[in-house]
């Protein structure tokens, strides 16, 4: 990487991460401050992202499964689906739930191909196809291997060692 290529990728990449980053706070804002309601979504404050509802979330999912089918968590500005044929029934409905801002907390406007939503998702995703065929991979392999050899190249000789071993 080169130093102008570095100042390219940050050139490209501030303005919008800047930019979602204010909208992200404004929609949160906004969502705690204006208690908005939602006709047969029912309130709840399980917070899949919280470590303690992480290390046991099975008391929230009860709590989940026993409450609506819809729930929304207003801390997160989040709604949470958590029966399996409602989670696969919006799954395949484009038109009405959207994958454009993925399965993070913060929402950004740099495009993903993970993350978009068909037609523009199935475009995409054909013009990189190629890239990942068997010989196309297998055409990386001098590179990732010159590259590894650069890497391991000078570290102490014990590191593999005092790494691969608990």
């Known amino acids: 990487m080169t130093l102008k290529h570095d100042a390219r990728l940050v050139y490209t990449t501030t303005k919008p991460v800047v930019r979602s980053l204010i909208t992200n706070a404004a929609t949160e804002m906004r969502a705690k401050v204006s208690g908005r309601r939602f006709p047969g979504v029912q309130e709840t404050v399980f917070d899949p992202m919280d470590p303690e509802t992480a290390a046991n979330p099975y008391p929230g999912y009860r709590a989940l499964l026993a409450g609506g089918r819809v729930h929304y968590n207003r801390k997160r ?4 689906l958590c029966r399996y044929e409602d989670v696969r029934a919006a799954a395949r409905n484009d038109a009405l739930l959207s994958n454009r801002d993925g399965v993070v907390r913060a929402r950004f406007e740099v495009p993903v191909l993970l993350n978009m939503d068909r037609p523009r998702h ?6 990189a196809l190629p890239g990942f065929t068997r010989g196309a991979l297998e055409g990386w392999a001098p590179t990732v291997d010159r590259m ?4 391991v190249t000078g570290l102490p ?6 790494c691969g071993q608990p």
């Open 157 to 162: 000789g014990g590191v593999v060692m005092g």
């Open 122 to 127: 199935t475009e995409l995703r054909r013009k």
């Open 77 to 80: 500005n989040a709604f949470i």
């Open 148 to 151: 590894a050899a650069e890497l």
